[in-house]
Structure formats: structure tokens, C-alpha cells
């Protein structure tokens, strides 16, 4: 059977596009609300810190949500918005357990926000 280059474009289209859509499933877009310690010059600095949350495993997005709030004893609160592959080896508990262990950070929360972007899930 022979098929005309049209038809084989469009098979791979629908092959890229059907890749790509798997590809996506996975993904979870979550808010990130960080305690960090950023004042002292031995302290991370927010740059160093978006750069260790792109480091935790499965992290591929990473963007900063306004800016840092005050926390009680001298912390700041940075909320951030995170992408990240949630699958059957690595989950939310895994995430959350990395956040909290990088360096300036004492406290993390998470919150997975609406798929339809109306609003957070709970």
C-alpha cells in the first residue's frame, strides 16, 4: 500500500500531537508557598532559591508569584508557581519533603490550583 506525502504529514501530525497531549497528563500545575530566610549575607538569595526548586526531581516549571511577604522571626513567605511530572514513582508527598529540605527554607505548602484556571482545588 502506498500513501501520497499528504497523507504522511498529516499521520505524523496526529502522531506528534497525540505524543505531545500523553506527555501533558502528567503534569500538575501546584502553587508553592515557601518560609525562607533570605536576610543574612550567609543566607540563599531568591535567585539561588528558584534555581534549587528547578534542581528538585520532576520540577520543570518554576516562576515567582509577586513578591515576598513578611513571616514571623525575620522570614519572608515566596509563593511560587510550579509545574512538575506527578507519576506513579514521584508525588506531592516526595515534592513537598525535597521543598522543604533545601537550603533557606523551614517551611513549604502546596495546593494544586484548577486545571480550568477558574480558581485553587482543594
Known amino acids: 500500500m502506498r500513501i501520497t506525502q499528504g497523507q504522511l504529514r ?6 506528534v500531537a497525540r505524543a505531545l497531549r500523553e506527555g501533558f497528563e502528567d503534569i500538575r500545575d501546584i502553587g508553592v508557598r515557601l518560609r525562607v530566610q533570605t536576610a543574612a549575607p550567609t543566607d540563599p538569595t531568591v535567585p539561588d532559591i528558584l534555581t534549587d526548586v528547578r534542581g528538585v526531581n520532576k520540577v520543570i516549571t518554576v516562576a515567582q508569584e509577586g ?4 513571616a514571623e522571626d525575620g522570614k519572608n513567605w515566596l509563593t511560587l508557581s510550579v509545574g512538575f511530572v ?4 514521584y508525588g506531592l508527598p516526595d515534592l513537598l519533603r525535597d521543598l522543604r529540605a533545601l537550603d533557606g527554607v523551614d517551611m513549604a505548602r502546596v495546593w494544586e490550583r484548577d486545571p480550568e484556571g477558574d480558581g485553587v482545588s482543594r
Request: proline letters at 14%; zero cysteines.
Open 67 to 70: 513578591p515576598m511577604a513578611p
Open 10 to 15: 498529516r499521520i505524523i501530525k496526529e502522531e
Open 86 to 89: 506527578d507519576d506513579e514513582s
